[in-house]
Structure formats: structure tokens, C-alpha cells
């Protein structure tokens, strides 16, 4: 009897197990999941699922029951860290005064009313409670120089899962080849001019965070100083300034802080009027204060010091660019007119050549207005006929005619042919009767020899060719009077 009784409670048994395994189970959310407190604050645990439970269990790190909730009557379990501080309600979980030690997993069994055809459920949640922080500042050396280390340190005095950030200017500075950023410490290596700022680091964890903020001046310096010269004028050809007159020098150094500077001519130190004072004016009196000028900067925090130099030639005589220019271009402009008068002078010669030239064909051609060509003689003892045209006047051998300027006949002894002799291109004629008979040289011909014998004498003259002229045209008158 018993082994039939105990094979139907296990087939019940089957049966129950089944037909709950083959039930949905409650869907459970929670409203914040991770819960994340700072201490002292309250915790609440908040469960989304439906509204008919019957019962709601919540248990801390699986093996302790903090309480439970059933058909709407609260119970909370004595004895554990929670007691005391615990309020649950239909939904939720309430832990008053958060601790650090109640951070961890919780978890909430929910079994839904047998109307809801819903099997039971469970669900765990974490719960992190963190230190608040506080007490943050930043810790930085009193003097940073260029070249050297820069540490800063960030403090503070409370708080829990801390992470530091550090920025600048509001950007966030990272790990470089000179940076290193090391949890509250941040070491630059070597520091430069361009890392002074404003720098920040931030103490955070999930629940808070505090920043502290300090401004770092990085001093540098003295670089290499800039030399300049200011004179009254620009010397061309060597030299600074004219003697007698005054020269600055100003020196000039990127520094922080500011450079003081002094002075030295040659090795031997140079009051300034003003002490420290970037700028030496220099009065001059001689060509003897010529020489290098060195500048010394010093910066007094770094102890850094720079030197510059240049050298200062002091004339007796200084022209500038302007008045070179100006004795260039009169040069110039003196060679251009001498250049113009010669040009000038040739051009006048030139002229007076030529109009000397056209005078003289002028007064050939009025000499001779109608020039007539000579006829060669055809008569071979060199007799012309008187009636062939126009001849110099004939005379008898024992008459002399004799006009002023133009003829001059000669009488000859001798019985042969008369002979015409010339005279400044004039021409003598000798007429001689013999038997009877009258012989008359040939004038013409002898004429015609003796002007091409003496062109000079018979062209440029103009008073014998005036006389020939004449004795041409009264020629025929002559012959007819002696016939």
C-alpha cells in the first residue's frame, strides 16, 4: 500500500513542478541602476514591475536579509548593519545615513499574486557610496625659470575613487615628451616661457569634484641683445656719426623681468645717464671716441646675463646717401652741358664753313653772270681775224693805251710776231705793219692760254674779269675805227 501511495505524490509532485516552470516570471527593473551615494546621504532602491506583489524580499551581498514586504506589511530583519536605518515599502528599499561599508550588490526577490499567472523573479543592483570632495588646492614653486623643472602638486583633503585632471587656459594637458601628468603631480622638464598660465586640477569622483586654480609666471631672459644706432645721419662710405655730433645707442634684451644694462668702450665701463637703462648717448668731441660699444643684460631672478656689441667710427667728414646723390647727379648734369657746348661749338664751326662756301659761289656767280666759252683759234700762226668775234683791243706798235685796272700793252723791238705777255691775267698786244701789211697776234688764243696758266689770277680778280668784259664788248668799235 504505501509504495502506490508514494508513486502518486511523486507524479503530483511532477505535476506542480511543471505547470510552474511552464508559468512567465515577473519582470523586474530598477529605476537607477548603478545607485551611486556619497556618505552620509540616503539610498533608495527603486523596483519597476507590477503593481499586484504579493511579497518583496531584498537581501545584501546574497547571505544577509535586510527585511521584507508582505501583502502590504513591512518587516525588517534585526541585527545587521542596516538596522535602525531601513524603510521599505511596496516598491522600494530606503537606507538612511549612507556608509561606505553598505556599498555592494543588493538583490530583491518579487513574487506577483497567483492572479497575475506570474511566476516569481529576482534581480541585484549595485550600490556605490563614495567620500565627498574636499579641501582641494594646488601647491606651486615660488619662482619657475625657463631651462629648469616645474612641479605642481594637487592636495585635497577628503574623498573617494579620486581621479585628478589637470588643464590649462581650459584645455586639458596631457602626457608629452616634456610633460608628465602622475595622478595629484604634474612635472614639466624643461620649463619654458610659453608654459606660463593659468593652471588647473580637478579632484573628482562620481559624486563630487572641487578645483583649484593658480596662475604660473615662467621668468626667462636676458636673450641676445638687439644693438641699434641712431645718428643724426647716414654716413656713406664708413663711418657713424660726425664729430660734434651726438649718437645713440639703445640695447635691447626679452627678458623677465626686465634686463638692467650696463655699458663698457673697449674694455673700460661707460656711465650712462641712466642707470640700468637700455640706452648710451654719446656726446661726441674727437675721433679718439671711436671704438666697440658692448652691452651687458642681466636679469636679476635668473641670474642669466647676454652681451652685444658694435662698433662706433666717429668722422671728421660724413655725407649721406642724399647729398652723394645730389653731387653724383650736378657731376652728371655738368658733364651733360660741357658735352651740349661742345656739340654746340662744332655745329657753329660747321656753319660758318658752309655759309663761307655759299658767300664765295655767291660772288662767283654775280661776278660772271653770263660766262662765255673761248673758241679755240683755228688759225695756225696763231692770227685771228678781228670780225671773228669779240678780242682784247689791239694798238699800233708805236701807240701805248694804258687803262687803269684793266691793260697794259708793252712796244716789242723785235720784227717777228708780236707777243702777248700776261700780267695778272691781262693781256699785252703788239700790232706791226711790214711791207704793207698789218700782223696781229692772235690775242685770243695767247688769252686762252694764259687764263688757264693762271686760273687764280684771271677768276678770282673780279677787276680784270670786269676789264675783260668790257675790252670784249668794245672791240668791234676798235676795228671799225683802225679800218
Same mark, same amino acid.
Given at each position: 500500500?504505501?509504495q502506490?501511495?508514494l508513486?502518486?505524490r !511523486? *507524479? =503530483?509532485?511532477v505535476?506542480?513542478s #511543471? ?5 512567465? /516570471?515577473?519582470q523586474?527593473q530598477?529605476? $537607477?541602476?548603478?545607485?551611486l551615494?556619497?556618505t552620509?546621504?540616503?539610498i533608495v532602491?527603486t523596483v519597476?514591475?507590477?503593481s ?10 546574497v547571505t ?5 514586504w508582505?501583502?502590504?506589511?513591512p518587516?525588517?530583519?534585526?541585527g545587521?548593519?542596516?538596522?535602525g536605518?531601513?524603510t521599505i515599502?511596496a516598491?522600494?528599499?530606503?537606507i538612511?545615513?549612507?556608509q561606505?561599508?553598505?556599498a555592494g550588490d543588493y ?11 506570474l511566476a ?12 565627498t570632495?574636499?579641501g582641494v ?10 631651462g629648469r623643472? !616645474? *612641479? =605642481?602638486?594637487?592636495r585635497?583633503? #577628503?574623498?573617494t575613487?579620486?581621479?585628478? /585632471?589637470?588643464?590649462k587656459g581650459?584645455? $586639458?594637458v596631457?602626457?608629452?615628451?616634456r610633460i608628465?601628468?602622475?595622478?595629484g603631480?604634474l612635472?614639466?622638464n624643461?620649463?619654458t ?6 593652471y588647473s586640477?580637478?579632484?573628482?569622483n562620481?559624486?563630487s569634484?572641487q ?5 604660473i ?8 641683445p638687439v ?5 643724426p645721419k647716414e654716413?656713406v662710405?664708413?663711418?657713424d656719426?660726425?664729430?660734434?655730433q651726438?649718437v645713440r645707442l ?9 634686463a638692467?644694462?650696463?655699458?663698457q668702450r673697449?674694455g673700460q ?11 648710451l648717448s654719446?656726446?661726441?668731441f ?7 660699444y658692448?652691452?651687458?643684460a642681466r636679469?636679476?631672478?635668473t641670474?642669466?646675463?647676454s652681451v652685444?656689441?658694435t662698433?662706433l667710427a ?6 649721406n646717401v642724399?647729398e652723394v646723390?645730389?653731387i653724383?647727379i ?6 651733360l652741358i660741357?658735352?651740349l657746348?661742345i656739340v654746340?661749338i ?5 656753319r660758318?664753313?658752309a655759309?663761307r662756301?655759299?658767300?664765295?659761289t655767291?660772288?662767283?656767280q654775280?661776278t660772271n653772270?653770263?660766262?662765255?666759252p673761248?673758241?679755240a683759234?683755228?688759225?695756225t ?6 670780225g671773228?668775234?669779240p678780242?682784247p683791243p ?5 701807240t ?6 684793266r ?15 700776261p700780267?695778272?691775267?691781262l693781256?699785252y698786244?703788239?700790232t706791226?705793219?711790214?711791207?704793207g ?6 690775242l685770243l688764243h695767247?688769252?686762252?692760254q ?6 687764280h ?5 673780279r677787276a680784270?674779269?670786269?676789264t675783260?668784259a668790257?675790252n670784249?664788248?668794245t672791240?668791234?668799235?676798235y676795228?671799225a675805227?683802225?679800218?
Open positions: 500500500m504505501r502506490p501511495l508513486l502518486l !511523486l *507524479s =503530483l509532485a505535476l506542480l #511543471a505547470n510552474v516552470l511552464a508559468q512567465e /516570471q515577473v523586474i530598477f529605476q $537607477t541602476d548603478p545607485v551615494v556619497p552620509g546621504s540616503e532602491f519597476l514591475t507590477v499586484q506583489i504579493f511579497s518583496m524580499k531584498w537581501q545584501f551581498q544577509v536579509t535586510v527585511g521584507q508582505t501583502s502590504g506589511t518587516a525588517v530583519n534585526p545587521t548593519q542596516f538596522e536605518r531601513v515599502t516598491n522600494q528599499l530606503r538612511g545615513g549612507a561606505l561599508r553598505d538583490t530583491v526577490e518579487v513574487t506577483p499574486d497567483a492572479t497575475t499567472g516569481t523573479n529576482s534581480r541585484s543592483i549595485q550600490l556605490r557610496v563614495f567620500d570632495v574636499a588646492s594646488m601647491v606651486v614653486p615660488s619662482v619657475a625659470v625657463e623643472n !616645474l *612641479s =605642481l602638486m594637487c585635497w583633503t #577628503a574623498g575613487d579620486i581621479t585628478v /585632471q589637470w588643464g581650459g584645455a $586639458t596631457t602626457n608629452d615628451s608628465t601628468v602622475s595622478g603631480s612635472v614639466i624643461p620649463a616661457r610659453g608654459d606660463a598660465g593659468d586640477c580637478t579632484v573628482s562620481l559624486v569634484a578645483t583649484a586654480t593658480q596662475r609666471t615662467v621668468y626667462y631672459g636676458p636673450d641676445t644693438l641699434t644706432k641712431e645718428t654716413c662710405g664708413g663711418g656719426v660726425l664729430v660734434g651726438e639703445t640695447c635691447m634684451s626679452d627678458s623677465l623681468p626686465p638692467l644694462f650696463s655699458w673697449d665701463t661707460v656711465a650712462s645717464g641712466q642707470p640700468d637703462s637700455g640706452v654719446v656726446q661726441t674727437s675721433t679718439d671716441e671711436s671704438g666697440r658692448v652691452c651687458t636679469n636679476r631672478i641670474g642669466g646675463t652685444q656689441g662698433d666717429i668722422v671728421d667728414t660724413c655725407l642724399g646723390v645730389g653724383v650736378g657731376c652728371l648734369l655738368l658733364l660741357i658735352a657746348l654746340l662744332v655745329f657753329l664751326i660747321r660758318r664753313r655759309q662756301q655759299s658767300d664765295a655767291l660772288l662767283v654775280k653772270p653770263n660766262p662765255r673761248i673758241p683759234d683755228p688759225q700762226n696763231g692770227a685771228r681775224d678781228l671773228q668775234g678780242h689791239l694798238y699800233h706798235v708805236n701805248h693805251t694804258r687803262h687803269p685796272d691793260l697794259y700793252t708793252a712796244p716789242h723791238e723785235s720784227r717777228g710776231n708780236p707777243q702777248t705777255l700780267l695778272n691775267g693781256h698786244s703788239d706791226h705793219q711790214h711791207n701789211r698789218t700782223h696781229t697776234n692772235g695767247n688769252a686762252s694764259n687764263a688757264n696758266s693762271y686760273p689770277n684771271g677768276i678770282d680778280n680784270f674779269t670786269h675783260d668790257q670784249a664788248n672791240l668791234p668799235e676795228s675805227a683802225k679800218s
